[in-house]
């Protein structure tokens, strides 16, 4: 090798390794949703980390997590995003409408990855999905025509489905429940439905909506996607199998738990996903430039034990879709 070529691979080398390492230490704030025991959602941000640890970020070495957990609770949902805020991290991940809107309240600042965020737009809190413009960008929970796509399925499952009830807690559904409410209503009317909504505001609640659904006409549960419904999904799946209502949800973990169905996006998916757009905010970019995606993978789940305890008989045809059928 020629003595001006040495000195020129000297030179770069360093420089060509220093880019590839991370900068710095990095703070990263955790808030979600969820309540703090449920594995699911553990396993969430798991998957969020070990993403991170893949692209050069771990924790103990040049990486610090602090989560806050406030199982669906308005009230402390203002008090843990001002806290984190005030931590002042390289960046915040968060879970839930309510969770995000808590955090831009205390901050417009700090980076936010958010997730499970049915309407970001509509809830002013990106000024596009192209183009987020301020400090928090992310991925979108659900598209709003799964509103009709999951009474569309549940009249699948019960072709005798005469009446159909949207489950939900206004305060933290996004659009206060009318974001899947309008699309659920068409679909439930255009199969000669009657769809009704039945706000939850309390766990009480949620067993008397659930008892009102038993008997005739025949009816069903559409158990709408938002941190209420999730931090209480046991109770609503015990209250549908006591009174025996067939009921669709929008997570597949849903189904693991004993829920009948379930269709909506694959969230560790979008965990992962997210750990990439921290890793680009680490390096530089800016939260306004990068583009609020939307869910790339769905699944439609059955749990065969809970159709038979029902007395329901699953189509062949509904089999053969499934992407999971628990036995």
Not at 57 to 74: D, F, P, Q, Y
């Amino acid at each position: 090798m020629k003595r001006r070529e040495f000195i020129a691979l000297m030179t770069a080398a360093p420089f060509s390794v220093a880019a590839q390492q991370p900068r710095r230490d990095r703070r990263v704030g955790v808030l979600m949703g969820y309540d703090e025991s449920d594995a699911e959602a553990q396993a969430r941000v798991a998957a969020f980390k070990q993403q991170l640890g893949e692209l050069g970020w771990r924790e103990g070495a040049n990486l610090k997590v602090e989560a806050r957990w406030i199982a669906g609770s308005t009230e402390r949902m203002d008090a843990a995003a001002a806290e984190l805020a005030r931590w002042n991290p390289d960046l915040i991940l968060s879970a839930t409408t309510g969770v995000l809107r808590a955090l831009l309240r205390h901050t417009r600042t700090i980076p936010i990855v958010f997730l499970s965020v049915s309407d970001p737009v509509g809830s002013g809190f990106v000024a596009s999905l192209a183009s987020p413009g301020g400090n928090a960008t992310g991925f979108t929970n659900l598209e709003r025509s799964l509103g009709g796509k999951w009474v569309e399925i549940l009249k699948e499952i019960v072709p005798s489905l005469k009446r159909a009830a949207a489950l939900y807690n206004p305060p933290t559904s996004a659009d206060r429940g009318g974001y899947y409410g309008l699309p659920f209503e068409a679909a439930a009317a255009s199969l000669g439905i009657e769809p009704v909504a039945r706000p939850a505001h309390d766990t009480a609640e949620i067993d008397r909506i659930v008892a009102s659904l038993a008997g005739e006409p025949p009816s069903g549960l559409v158990v709408m996607p938002d941190v209420f419904t999730v931090v209480n999904r046991e109770r609503i799946i015990v209250a549908a199998g006591t009174h025996r209502v067939p009921a669709i949800y929008p997570y597949k973990y849903f189904v693991a738990d004993g829920g009948l169905a379930a269709y909506g996006i694959d969230l560790f998916d979008q965990y992962r996903r997210a750990a990439i757009y921290a890793d680009r905010i680490f390096r530089g970019e800016a939260p306004a430039a990068l583009p609020v995606q939307g869910p790339a993978k769905f699944d439609l789940a059955i749990n065969l034990k809970t159709a038979k305890g029902l007395g329901l008989t699953i189509p062949p045809t509904f089999l053969a879709r499934a992407d999971e059928v628990i036995e």
